[in-house]
């Protein structure tokens, strides 16, 4: 069917204020992240208030935005209201930020104090990860413990890799918060923490060595002493104090099966390493105690 001229120009003629007011709300948005970045606390608020009010996108990043700056003015109730309400307001332009609001959220339920409110943000965030919950990666996450547990740590990752996403912080920071309450399920977030971690870490390096076969995280370690770029992101992921809460966490919640002696070889990998400072002294004092100790009280 021939669409008449005049009908073509009205409809793109329409679509021109639409196309106008998306940029326009962009620009806005950057604009008041400047001020943000800037210190410029008022103005942001103003520019951020002011996309709300037009109600033409970017709502729940503005709404994320104000709940930063009530964070660094250290009003507690604001940041809290403003974090839900970035959640409840439609979907975010880049879809990780979601998680990403989880996490900002729950970390303010932390500083204040309210642990309930903190594991239930916790735990709605997890919702996310397909990874991680629902009945299709249930069996998944079961076997992966299994493996862990009955074989080992290299073993679990030469078995199952996980696609990188924005939960790993959550899963150690979760994880270290229920290992200090004595709860079981702090071994599973630190596992899957340790399996994003080193999935990354493998990527990176056969970027570099494309033909590179993982064995066992010696023989890793000692493939990668050289590279600086891997290193560097090893060490910023704090993945030796992971390992050896990850042995802590299989220690005394591991149950049997292996347990005390998986949780031994992981004190023993991590005291063995030059470059795992602190953590390596902590894992063998650990390794050579009748009793090693628990962690301790959660960190508020």
Known sequence: MVRHPAFIFLYLLLLIPAAGFSQTTSLDIELARRELRN????????????????????????????????????DDQQAVRHFGRALNSGPFAIPDDRVRTYHELARQHLHMDRMFAYEQTMYALFEYNDEF???????????????????????????????????????????????????????????????????????YYRRIEPRYTFIDLYRFTDDIRQNRQVNEFLDRRNVYWAVAYLGDAMYFYGGGGGASTRARELWQFVSRQAVAGDAAEYAARQLAADRPVNPGPPIR
Do not use: K, W
């Open 133 to 203: 919950t629902g009945s299709a990666s249930a069996s998944r996450r079961a076997n992966i413990e299994q493996v862990f547990i009955r074989q080992s740590l290299a073993r679990a990752l030469e078995l199952y890799r996980l696609t990188p996403g924005p939960f790993a912080a959550a899963h150690y920071e979760f994880g270290m918060h229920l290992l200090r309450s004595g709860r079981d399920d702090s071994l599973q977030h630190l596992l899957f923490y340790l399996l994003d971690t080193y999935s990354l870490a493998i990527e």
């Open 39 to 74: 210190g410029n606390h008022a103005e942001a608020l103003r520019r951020f208030r002011t996309i709300i009010e037009e109600d033409a996108g970017y709502i729940p990043e503005a709404h994320r935005h104000m709940a930063r700056i009530f964070v660094d003015l250290g």
